[in-house]
Nanobody
Framework: QVQLVESGGGLVQPGGSLRLSCAAS????????MRWYRQAPGKERELVAV????????NYADSVKGRFTISRDNAKNTVYLQMDSLKPEDTAVYYC?????????????WGKGTLVSVSS
């Protein structure tokens, strides 16, 4: 079982920045592909950014490209989401997700989320 704990959310004005962190309990953290999702009120959960376990390849939703940066520190078992030029439409609960596929199938874990509010 892997526990994921997000932090760094809060209230920020439009144009501001926040950095989210997700700390994982797994010693095998480096073997997991890590993703950030978000869910705005009344909307479905959407994928925001991903960083792979091998090569650290990253990808982003079109809505955040050029503004958000996902990174990981395998020595600290932590993945980050740097969010710049925030917009009111970025307001959502942000969730960390860890997933890997092994011989026994896929293993997937979720954090409880951290709230980001962008408002003046």
């Amino acid at each position: 079982q892997v526990q994921l704990v997000e932090s760094g959310g809060g209230l920020v004005q439009p144009g501001g920045s926040l950095r989210l962190s997700c700390a994982a309990s797994a010693s095998t953290f480096s073997s997991y592909t890590m993703r950030w999702y978000r869910q705005a009120p009344g909307k479905e959960r959407e994928l925001v950014a991903v960083t792979t376990s091998v090569g650290g390849i990253t990808n982003y939703a079109d809505s955040v490209k050029g503004r958000f940066t996902i990174s990981r520190d395998n020595a600290k078992n932590t993945v980050y989401l740097q969010m710049d030029s925030l917009k009111p439409e970025d307001t959502a609960v942000y969730y960390c997700n860890a997933r890997r596929v092994g011989l026994g199938g896929a293993m997937e874990y979720w954090g409880k989320g951290t709230l980001v509010s962008v408002s003046s």
